[in-house]
Protein backbone atom coordinates (compact mmCIF):
# COMPACT_ATOMS: atom_id res chain seq x y z
CA UNK A 1 0.00 0.00 0.00
CA UNK A 2 2.74 2.37 0.87
CA UNK A 3 4.61 1.84 -2.32
CA UNK A 4 1.06 2.10 -3.97
CA UNK A 5 0.48 5.84 -2.20
CA UNK A 6 3.95 6.50 -3.63
CA UNK A 7 3.02 6.25 -6.95
CA UNK A 8 -0.05 7.81 -7.23
CA UNK A 9 1.72 10.89 -5.76
CA UNK A 10 4.36 10.86 -8.03
CA UNK A 11 1.62 10.27 -11.02
CA UNK A 12 -0.50 13.19 -10.05
CA UNK A 13 2.91 15.58 -9.49
CA UNK A 14 4.05 14.88 -13.39
CA UNK A 15 0.30 14.93 -14.61
CA UNK A 16 -2.37 16.84 -12.78
CA UNK A 17 -5.54 15.29 -11.23
CA UNK A 18 -7.83 14.95 -13.61
CA UNK A 19 -11.19 14.66 -11.59
CA UNK A 20 -14.27 17.21 -11.65
CA UNK A 21 -15.66 18.74 -8.19
CA UNK A 22 -19.05 20.62 -8.65
CA UNK A 23 -18.95 23.82 -6.43
CA UNK A 24 -21.12 26.39 -5.73
CA UNK A 25 -20.90 29.84 -8.22
CA UNK A 26 -20.02 32.99 -5.54
CA UNK A 27 -19.64 36.21 -7.59
CA UNK A 28 -19.93 38.38 -4.86
CA UNK A 29 -18.60 36.75 -2.11
CA UNK A 30 -18.68 38.36 1.56
CA UNK A 31 -16.11 36.11 3.67
CA UNK A 32 -12.44 36.84 3.94
CA UNK A 33 -11.25 33.17 3.16
CA UNK A 34 -7.57 32.47 2.79
CA UNK A 35 -6.73 29.85 0.09
CA UNK A 36 -4.94 27.03 2.26
CA UNK A 37 -1.69 25.31 -0.23
CA UNK A 38 -3.20 21.90 -1.23
CA UNK A 39 -0.02 20.46 -2.61
CA UNK A 40 2.42 21.41 -0.25
CA UNK A 41 4.40 18.66 0.57
CA UNK A 42 3.64 16.66 -2.60
CA UNK A 43 4.39 18.99 -5.55
CA UNK A 44 7.09 21.02 -3.34
CA UNK A 45 8.56 20.77 0.22
CA UNK A 46 6.15 21.15 2.29
CA UNK A 47 9.03 23.05 4.93
CA UNK A 48 9.62 26.73 4.12
CA UNK A 49 13.35 25.54 4.95
CA UNK A 50 13.33 22.73 2.29
CA UNK A 51 11.52 24.73 0.09
CA UNK A 52 14.35 27.73 0.05
CA UNK A 53 16.86 25.07 -0.37
CA UNK A 54 15.45 23.49 -3.00
CA UNK A 55 14.47 26.63 -5.06
CA UNK A 56 18.19 27.72 -4.39
CA UNK A 57 19.16 25.00 -6.32
CA UNK A 58 16.91 25.82 -9.04
CA UNK A 59 17.70 29.69 -9.67
CA UNK A 60 21.63 28.66 -9.41
CA UNK A 61 21.14 26.48 -12.14
CA UNK A 62 18.81 28.87 -14.14
CA UNK A 63 19.86 30.55 -17.42
CA UNK A 64 20.74 33.91 -17.37
CA UNK A 65 18.08 37.04 -18.36
CA UNK A 66 18.80 37.40 -21.68
CA UNK A 67 17.39 40.85 -22.19
CA UNK A 68 14.48 43.56 -20.76
CA UNK A 69 11.26 41.81 -18.48
CA UNK A 70 9.21 39.99 -20.21
CA UNK A 71 5.73 40.77 -20.24
CA UNK A 72 4.77 37.32 -19.68
CA UNK A 73 6.17 33.70 -19.35
CA UNK A 74 4.55 30.16 -19.71
CA UNK A 75 5.95 28.29 -17.22
CA UNK A 76 4.74 24.22 -15.92
CA UNK A 77 3.17 23.19 -13.20
CA UNK A 78 4.26 19.85 -12.59
CA UNK A 79 6.11 18.21 -9.34
CA UNK A 80 9.00 20.66 -8.98
CA UNK A 81 11.04 17.23 -8.85
CA UNK A 82 10.04 17.09 -12.46
CA UNK A 83 9.16 20.50 -13.82
CA UNK A 84 10.53 22.70 -11.29
CA UNK A 85 14.14 23.62 -13.28
CA UNK A 86 12.18 24.06 -16.33
CA UNK A 87 10.26 26.96 -14.16
CA UNK A 88 13.26 28.14 -12.51
CA UNK A 89 14.69 29.29 -16.31
CA UNK A 90 11.24 31.23 -16.76
CA UNK A 91 11.24 32.71 -13.76
CA UNK A 92 14.84 34.10 -13.73
CA UNK A 93 14.00 35.84 -17.00
CA UNK A 94 12.18 38.57 -14.41
CA UNK A 95 14.69 41.12 -12.82
CA UNK A 96 14.45 40.51 -9.15
CA UNK A 97 14.68 44.08 -8.16
CA UNK A 98 11.18 44.52 -10.12
CA UNK A 99 8.32 46.41 -9.12
CA UNK A 100 5.00 45.37 -10.75
CA UNK A 101 1.90 46.98 -10.17
CA UNK A 102 0.59 43.21 -10.11
CA UNK A 103 0.92 39.72 -11.28
CA UNK A 104 -1.88 37.87 -13.34
CA UNK A 105 -1.20 34.22 -12.55
CA UNK A 106 -3.38 32.42 -14.97
CA UNK A 107 -4.52 28.72 -15.51
CA UNK A 108 -6.72 26.05 -17.10
CA UNK A 109 -8.40 24.20 -14.79
CA UNK A 110 -8.17 20.68 -14.06
CA UNK A 111 -11.25 19.78 -12.36
CA UNK A 112 -14.08 22.43 -12.75
CA UNK A 113 -15.26 23.11 -16.21
CA UNK A 114 -17.79 26.21 -17.07
CA UNK A 115 -18.17 28.33 -19.75
CA UNK A 116 -15.87 31.25 -18.58
CA UNK A 117 -13.00 31.89 -15.87
CA UNK A 118 -13.04 32.15 -11.97
CA UNK A 119 -10.98 35.31 -10.35
CA UNK A 120 -10.55 34.42 -6.49
CA UNK A 121 -11.52 37.42 -4.89
CA UNK A 122 -12.29 36.30 -1.36
CA UNK A 123 -8.89 36.31 0.74
CA UNK A 124 -5.04 36.05 -0.23
CA UNK A 125 -2.93 32.61 -1.23
CA UNK A 126 -0.88 31.17 1.38
CA UNK A 127 2.33 29.11 0.77
CA UNK A 128 5.09 27.45 3.04
CA UNK A 129 7.19 30.70 2.64
CA UNK A 130 4.14 32.85 3.50
CA UNK A 131 1.07 35.14 2.30
CA UNK A 132 0.76 36.55 -1.60
CA UNK A 133 -1.47 39.01 -0.77
CA UNK A 134 -4.44 39.15 -3.95
CA UNK A 135 -5.17 42.12 -5.61
CA UNK A 136 -9.19 41.55 -4.40
CA UNK A 137 -10.30 45.55 -5.37
CA UNK A 138 -8.83 44.53 -9.01
CA UNK A 139 -10.30 41.05 -9.05
CA UNK A 140 -13.61 42.16 -7.78
CA UNK A 141 -13.53 44.81 -10.27
CA UNK A 142 -13.19 42.09 -13.27
CA UNK A 143 -15.97 39.98 -12.11
CA UNK A 144 -18.10 42.93 -11.92
CA UNK A 145 -17.76 44.50 -15.12
CA UNK A 146 -17.13 41.21 -17.27
CA UNK A 147 -19.97 38.09 -17.33
CA UNK A 148 -17.08 35.79 -18.33
CA UNK A 149 -15.36 36.14 -14.86
CA UNK A 150 -17.04 35.23 -11.53
CA UNK A 151 -15.54 33.65 -8.44
CA UNK A 152 -16.19 29.79 -7.83
CA UNK A 153 -14.31 28.33 -5.00
CA UNK A 154 -14.27 24.86 -6.25
CA UNK A 155 -12.17 25.96 -8.84
CA UNK A 156 -9.78 27.10 -6.79
CA UNK A 157 -9.60 24.51 -3.74
CA UNK A 158 -8.02 21.77 -5.16
CA UNK A 159 -6.19 23.52 -8.25
CA UNK A 160 -2.05 22.91 -8.41
CA UNK A 161 -1.73 25.69 -11.38
CA UNK A 162 -1.91 28.52 -10.14
CA UNK A 163 -0.51 27.19 -6.17
CA UNK A 164 2.73 25.58 -7.46
CA UNK A 165 4.12 29.22 -9.47
CA UNK A 166 4.32 31.29 -6.22
CA UNK A 167 6.71 29.81 -4.17
CA UNK A 168 9.26 30.87 -7.58
CA UNK A 169 8.06 34.03 -7.13
CA UNK A 170 8.11 34.40 -3.46
CA UNK A 171 12.12 33.11 -3.22
CA UNK A 172 13.01 34.99 -6.77
CA UNK A 173 11.28 38.92 -6.30
CA UNK A 174 12.99 41.26 -3.55
CA UNK A 175 9.88 43.30 -3.72
CA UNK A 176 6.72 42.61 -2.38
CA UNK A 177 4.13 41.68 -5.42
CA UNK A 178 0.46 41.06 -5.62
CA UNK A 179 -1.55 38.75 -7.66
CA UNK A 180 -4.89 38.26 -9.69
CA UNK A 181 -5.66 34.50 -9.91
CA UNK A 182 -7.51 33.60 -12.82
CA UNK A 183 -8.37 29.50 -13.37
CA UNK A 184 -9.96 29.43 -16.95
CA UNK A 185 -12.66 26.58 -17.14
CA UNK A 186 -13.78 27.18 -20.57
CA UNK A 187 -13.25 25.44 -23.51
CA UNK A 188 -15.04 27.49 -25.94
CA UNK A 189 -12.35 29.50 -28.44
CA UNK A 190 -15.31 32.36 -28.10
CA UNK A 191 -15.79 32.67 -24.54
CA UNK A 192 -11.41 32.36 -23.93
CA UNK A 193 -11.34 35.54 -26.78
CA UNK A 194 -13.66 37.50 -24.35
CA UNK A 195 -11.50 36.64 -21.32
CA UNK A 196 -8.31 38.11 -23.54
CA UNK A 197 -10.29 40.97 -24.78
CA UNK A 198 -10.90 41.69 -21.18
CA UNK A 199 -7.14 41.47 -19.77
CA UNK A 200 -5.59 43.31 -22.61
CA UNK A 201 -5.45 47.08 -21.08
CA UNK A 202 -3.32 45.21 -18.29
CA UNK A 203 -0.99 43.41 -20.49
CA UNK A 204 1.73 46.31 -20.22
CA UNK A 205 5.09 46.74 -19.06
CA UNK A 206 3.74 47.41 -14.93
CA UNK A 207 2.23 44.22 -14.91
CA UNK A 208 3.69 40.63 -15.52
CA UNK A 209 1.09 37.33 -16.36
CA UNK A 210 2.19 34.15 -15.82
CA UNK A 211 0.54 31.85 -17.68
CA UNK A 212 1.03 27.90 -15.70
CA UNK A 213 1.23 24.98 -18.40
CA UNK A 214 2.84 21.89 -19.12
CA UNK A 215 2.91 20.41 -22.85
CA UNK A 216 2.17 17.19 -23.99
CA UNK A 217 0.79 14.34 -21.80
CA UNK A 218 1.51 10.87 -22.01
CA UNK A 219 3.44 10.13 -25.55
CA UNK A 220 6.64 8.29 -25.28
CA UNK A 221 9.92 10.16 -24.63
CA UNK A 222 11.03 10.84 -28.01
CA UNK A 223 7.44 11.39 -29.52
CA UNK A 224 7.21 14.46 -26.77
CA UNK A 225 10.53 16.24 -27.94
CA UNK A 226 9.46 15.85 -31.20
CA UNK A 227 5.73 17.29 -30.82
CA UNK A 228 6.45 19.65 -27.60
CA UNK A 229 8.92 21.55 -30.40
CA UNK A 230 6.39 21.63 -32.81
CA UNK A 231 3.62 22.72 -30.44
CA UNK A 232 6.30 25.52 -29.02
CA UNK A 233 7.01 26.81 -32.49
CA UNK A 234 3.45 27.70 -33.31
CA UNK A 235 3.23 29.97 -29.98
CA UNK A 236 6.34 31.37 -31.44
CA UNK A 237 4.41 32.49 -34.26
CA UNK A 238 2.48 34.69 -32.45
CA UNK A 239 -0.75 33.47 -34.27
CA UNK A 240 -3.62 31.74 -32.41
CA UNK A 241 -4.88 29.99 -35.81
CA UNK A 242 -1.85 28.61 -36.19
CA UNK A 243 -1.90 27.36 -32.52
CA UNK A 244 -4.88 26.14 -32.93
CA UNK A 245 -4.47 24.44 -36.27
CA UNK A 246 -0.99 22.84 -34.85
CA UNK A 247 -3.20 21.46 -31.73
CA UNK A 248 -5.69 19.95 -34.33
CA UNK A 249 -2.58 18.55 -36.71
CA UNK A 250 -1.15 16.88 -33.31
CA UNK A 251 -4.41 15.00 -32.19
CA UNK A 252 -4.84 13.62 -36.10
CA UNK A 253 -1.61 12.26 -36.02
CA UNK A 254 -2.96 9.78 -33.31
CA UNK A 255 0.38 9.50 -31.37
CA UNK A 256 0.52 6.55 -29.00
CA UNK A 257 -0.90 8.17 -25.40
CA UNK A 258 -0.87 11.65 -26.34
CA UNK A 259 -3.82 12.86 -24.81
CA UNK A 260 -3.36 16.32 -25.34
CA UNK A 261 -0.07 18.75 -26.83
CA UNK A 262 -0.43 21.53 -24.13
CA UNK A 263 -2.93 21.19 -20.87
CA UNK A 264 -3.48 24.75 -20.46
CA UNK A 265 -3.88 25.45 -23.81
CA UNK A 266 -6.77 27.30 -23.19
CA UNK A 267 -4.47 29.96 -21.19
CA UNK A 268 -2.13 30.08 -23.45
CA UNK A 269 -4.83 30.89 -26.85
CA UNK A 270 -5.89 34.14 -23.97
CA UNK A 271 -2.56 35.38 -24.19
CA UNK A 272 -1.83 34.77 -27.73
CA UNK A 273 -5.48 37.04 -28.38
CA UNK A 274 -3.56 39.36 -27.02
CA UNK A 275 -0.22 39.49 -28.04
CA UNK A 276 -0.73 38.73 -32.15
CA UNK A 277 -1.95 42.06 -33.44
CA UNK A 278 0.83 43.97 -30.96
CA UNK A 279 4.40 44.69 -33.04
CA UNK A 280 7.13 44.37 -31.62
CA UNK A 281 6.28 41.02 -29.80
CA UNK A 282 8.77 38.36 -29.44
CA UNK A 283 7.68 34.68 -28.19
CA UNK A 284 11.28 33.01 -27.38
CA UNK A 285 11.04 29.37 -26.39
CA UNK A 286 14.35 28.79 -23.67
CA UNK A 287 14.69 25.66 -21.96
CA UNK A 288 13.13 22.63 -22.46
CA UNK A 289 12.85 18.91 -20.96
CA UNK A 290 9.97 16.62 -20.20
CA UNK A 291 9.27 14.10 -16.93
CA UNK A 292 11.76 10.98 -18.91
CA UNK A 293 14.68 13.38 -17.88
CA UNK A 294 13.52 13.39 -14.18
CA UNK A 295 15.01 10.78 -11.76
CA UNK A 296 11.37 9.48 -11.47
CA UNK A 297 10.66 9.39 -14.65
CA UNK A 298 9.59 6.90 -16.94
CA UNK A 299 10.37 7.33 -20.76
CA UNK A 300 7.75 5.31 -22.28
CA UNK A 301 4.81 8.06 -20.99
CA UNK A 302 5.78 11.19 -20.48
CA UNK A 303 4.46 14.74 -19.63
CA UNK A 304 6.86 17.66 -21.99
CA UNK A 305 7.18 21.26 -20.30
CA UNK A 306 8.96 24.35 -22.07
CA UNK A 307 9.98 27.69 -20.48
CA UNK A 308 8.79 30.19 -22.60
CA UNK A 309 9.33 34.56 -22.71
CA UNK A 310 6.80 36.62 -23.93
CA UNK A 311 8.88 39.74 -24.80
CA UNK A 312 7.96 43.26 -26.32
CA UNK A 313 9.01 47.09 -26.84
CA UNK A 314 6.91 49.93 -25.21
CA UNK A 315 5.04 50.06 -28.39
CA UNK A 316 2.71 47.58 -26.72
CA UNK A 317 3.03 47.96 -23.64
CA UNK A 318 0.82 50.13 -22.94
CA UNK A 319 1.30 53.86 -22.09
CA UNK A 320 4.41 54.25 -20.93
CA UNK A 321 3.93 56.39 -18.26
CA UNK A 322 6.64 58.33 -15.29
CA UNK A 323 5.20 58.93 -12.18
CA UNK A 324 6.76 62.38 -10.59
CA UNK A 325 9.11 60.36 -7.79
CA UNK A 326 10.37 58.30 -10.83
CA UNK A 327 11.43 61.85 -12.77
CA UNK A 328 12.59 63.05 -9.43
CA UNK A 329 15.10 59.95 -9.24
CA UNK A 330 16.47 60.83 -12.97
CA UNK A 331 17.06 64.35 -12.46
CA UNK A 332 18.71 63.88 -9.07
CA UNK A 333 21.00 61.46 -11.08
CA UNK A 334 21.98 64.04 -13.86
CA UNK A 335 22.86 67.04 -10.97
CA UNK A 336 24.73 64.86 -8.80
CA UNK A 337 26.32 62.91 -11.80
CA UNK A 338 27.26 66.16 -13.58
CA UNK A 339 28.53 67.81 -10.55
CA UNK A 340 31.04 65.34 -9.73
CA UNK A 341 32.29 64.89 -12.86
CA UNK A 342 32.82 68.97 -13.46
CA UNK A 343 34.24 68.90 -9.84
CA UNK A 344 37.12 65.83 -10.87
CA UNK A 345 34.96 63.54 -8.10
CA UNK A 346 34.23 60.00 -8.87
CA UNK A 347 31.04 59.24 -10.69
CA UNK A 348 28.33 58.08 -8.19
CA UNK A 349 27.09 54.69 -7.89
CA UNK A 350 23.90 54.29 -8.47
CA UNK A 351 21.89 52.19 -5.81
CA UNK A 352 18.67 51.36 -7.90
CA UNK A 353 17.15 48.67 -5.39
CA UNK A 354 14.14 51.12 -4.77
CA UNK A 355 13.76 52.75 -8.36
CA UNK A 356 10.72 51.88 -9.92
CA UNK A 357 10.56 49.33 -12.83
CA UNK A 358 10.21 51.85 -15.38
CA UNK A 359 13.53 53.53 -14.45
CA UNK A 360 15.07 49.98 -15.16
CA UNK A 361 13.94 49.41 -19.00
CA UNK A 362 15.95 49.91 -21.67
CA UNK A 363 14.17 53.42 -22.96
CA UNK A 364 16.35 55.89 -24.95
CA UNK A 365 16.37 59.45 -23.25
CA UNK A 366 18.35 62.87 -23.52
CA UNK A 367 19.62 65.28 -20.91
CA UNK A 368 19.62 69.16 -22.16
CA UNK A 369 21.36 71.58 -20.27
CA UNK A 370 20.79 75.17 -20.48
CA UNK A 371 21.77 78.44 -19.01
CA UNK A 372 20.09 81.80 -19.51
CA UNK A 373 17.89 80.27 -21.59
CA UNK A 374 20.26 79.08 -24.11
CA UNK A 375 21.24 75.65 -24.94
CA UNK A 376 24.48 74.87 -23.37
CA UNK A 377 24.65 70.61 -24.46
CA UNK A 378 22.51 68.08 -25.03
CA UNK A 379 23.37 64.63 -25.82
CA UNK A 380 21.58 60.98 -25.26
CA UNK A 381 20.48 57.58 -26.96
CA UNK A 382 17.80 55.76 -28.62
CA UNK A 383 17.99 52.35 -28.37
CA UNK A 384 20.02 51.64 -25.39
CA UNK A 385 20.87 48.18 -23.91
CA UNK A 386 21.48 49.50 -20.31
CA UNK A 387 18.73 50.74 -18.28
CA UNK A 388 17.05 53.70 -17.93
CA UNK A 389 18.49 55.49 -15.02
CA UNK A 390 21.79 54.42 -16.39
CA UNK A 391 21.37 55.91 -20.39
CA UNK A 392 20.50 59.15 -18.14
CA UNK A 393 23.53 59.07 -15.79
CA UNK A 394 25.74 58.69 -19.40
CA UNK A 395 24.28 61.20 -21.12
CA UNK A 396 24.29 64.25 -18.38
CA UNK A 397 27.99 63.16 -18.30
CA UNK A 398 27.97 63.64 -21.78
CA UNK A 399 25.79 66.70 -22.61
CA UNK A 400 28.32 68.24 -20.11
CA UNK A 401 31.55 67.42 -21.30
CA UNK A 402 31.22 66.06 -25.10
CA UNK A 403 28.94 67.99 -26.61
CA UNK A 404 31.21 68.97 -29.86
CA UNK A 405 29.36 72.09 -30.07
CA UNK A 406 29.97 73.52 -26.41
CA UNK A 407 32.77 73.55 -24.50
CA UNK A 408 32.65 71.63 -21.18
CA UNK A 409 31.19 73.05 -18.10
CA UNK A 410 32.91 75.17 -15.64
CA UNK A 411 32.99 74.61 -11.85
CA UNK A 412 31.28 78.36 -11.80
CA UNK A 413 28.94 77.73 -13.98
CA UNK A 414 27.11 74.69 -12.07
CA UNK A 415 24.85 77.01 -10.10
CA UNK A 416 23.11 78.52 -13.30
CA UNK A 417 23.12 75.12 -15.44
CA UNK A 418 19.50 74.24 -15.48
CA UNK A 419 18.62 69.78 -16.45
CA UNK A 420 16.11 69.02 -18.81
CA UNK A 421 15.38 65.41 -19.51
CA UNK A 422 13.56 63.73 -22.64
CA UNK A 423 12.49 60.09 -22.15
CA UNK A 424 11.95 58.93 -25.37
CA UNK A 425 9.50 56.27 -26.49
CA UNK A 426 10.02 53.89 -29.77
CA UNK A 427 10.51 54.75 -33.26
CA UNK A 428 8.43 54.43 -35.70
CA UNK A 429 9.05 54.60 -39.41
CA UNK A 430 6.64 56.78 -41.52
CA UNK A 431 5.70 56.77 -45.22
CA UNK A 432 4.31 60.09 -45.20
CA UNK A 433 5.48 63.30 -43.38
CA UNK A 434 1.93 64.19 -42.96
CA UNK A 435 1.53 62.07 -39.89
CA UNK A 436 4.50 64.62 -38.37
CA UNK A 437 2.92 66.56 -35.61
CA UNK A 438 4.98 69.64 -34.96
CA UNK A 439 5.34 69.58 -30.85
CA UNK A 440 4.37 66.14 -30.09
CA UNK A 441 6.88 64.19 -32.26
CA UNK A 442 10.46 64.53 -32.64
CA UNK A 443 12.09 63.13 -35.77
CA UNK A 444 15.13 60.86 -36.66
CA UNK A 445 16.19 61.09 -40.40
CA UNK A 446 19.03 58.18 -41.53
CA UNK A 447 20.44 57.64 -45.01
CA UNK A 448 23.04 55.24 -45.32
CA UNK A 449 25.71 56.08 -42.56
CA UNK A 450 24.10 59.47 -42.47
CA UNK A 451 21.34 59.93 -39.52
CA UNK A 452 20.35 62.57 -37.21
CA UNK A 453 17.61 63.60 -34.92
CA UNK A 454 15.32 66.37 -33.58
CA UNK A 455 13.63 66.26 -30.23
CA UNK A 456 9.75 67.36 -29.78
CA UNK A 457 10.56 70.32 -28.34
CA UNK A 458 12.80 71.99 -31.30
CA UNK A 459 9.67 72.61 -32.93
CA UNK A 460 8.25 74.76 -30.55
CA UNK A 461 11.35 76.76 -29.46
CA UNK A 462 12.44 77.52 -33.15
CA UNK A 463 9.10 78.22 -34.42
CA UNK A 464 9.70 76.32 -37.72
CA UNK A 465 7.17 74.69 -40.16
CA UNK A 466 6.89 71.00 -41.16
CA UNK A 467 9.84 71.40 -44.11
CA UNK A 468 11.90 73.77 -41.91
CA UNK A 469 12.33 70.78 -39.41
CA UNK A 470 13.00 68.45 -41.76
CA UNK A 471 15.17 70.18 -43.87
CA UNK A 472 17.48 71.69 -40.97
CA UNK A 473 17.57 68.40 -39.02
CA UNK A 474 18.54 67.19 -42.90
CA UNK A 475 21.34 69.50 -43.71
CA UNK A 476 22.41 69.93 -39.94
CA UNK A 477 22.26 67.11 -38.06
CA UNK A 478 22.51 64.39 -40.72
CA UNK A 479 24.29 66.09 -43.33
CA UNK A 480 22.97 64.95 -46.32
CA UNK A 481 21.59 68.44 -47.68
CA UNK A 482 18.39 70.40 -47.33
CA UNK A 483 16.39 67.90 -49.25
CA UNK A 484 18.01 64.87 -48.14
CA UNK A 485 15.43 63.96 -46.55
CA UNK A 486 13.18 63.26 -49.66
CA UNK A 487 14.88 60.31 -49.82
CA UNK A 488 15.98 58.88 -46.46
CA UNK A 489 13.93 57.00 -43.40
CA UNK A 490 12.34 59.15 -41.42
CA UNK A 491 11.06 58.05 -37.96
CA UNK A 492 8.86 59.38 -35.87
CA UNK A 493 8.77 59.08 -31.67
CA UNK A 494 7.56 61.04 -28.86
CA UNK A 495 9.38 62.59 -25.56
CA UNK A 496 8.21 62.58 -22.16
CA UNK A 497 9.81 66.00 -21.00
CA UNK A 498 10.63 67.20 -17.88
CA UNK A 499 13.21 69.81 -15.74
CA UNK A 500 14.16 70.53 -12.42
CA UNK A 501 11.64 73.53 -12.77
CA UNK A 502 8.69 71.32 -12.47
CA UNK A 503 10.16 70.26 -9.05
CA UNK A 504 10.97 73.85 -7.64
Not at 156 to 165: A, D, F
Not at 170 to 188: E, G, M, R, W
Not at 271 to 297: C, F, Q, R, V
Not at 465 to 479: M, P, T, V, W, Y
Request: hydrophobic share 40%; charged share 20%; net charge negative.
Amino acid sequence: MKNLCFHLIIIAMMFGNLFSAKGQSHKEPTTAIDRQPCVAGQFYPGKANELRGELESFFARALPRTGKNPLAIVTPHAGYVFSGQVAANSFNQIAPESKFERIFIIGSSHRTYFDGASIYNIGNYKTPLGTVEVDRELATQLINDHKVFEFREDAHTSEHSLEVQLPFLQFHLKNDFKIVPIIIASQTEKTIKKIAEALKPFFNSNNLFVISSDFSHYPSYDEANIIDQITADAIASNSPDIFMEILSKNEGKKVPGLATSMCGWSSMLAILNITHEMPGIEINPLYYKNSGDALYGDKNRVVGYWAIAINGTKENSGTFKLTDQDKKDLLNIARNTIQAKIMGKPIPEIDAENFSSTLKEQTGAFVSLHSNGQLRGCIGQFNPTIPLYKVVQDAAISAATKDYRFSPVKPKELSKIEIEISVLTPMKKIDSIDEIVLGRHGIYIKKGYNAGTFLPQVADNTGWNIEEFLGHCSRDKARIGWDGWKTADIYIYEAIIFDEIDFD
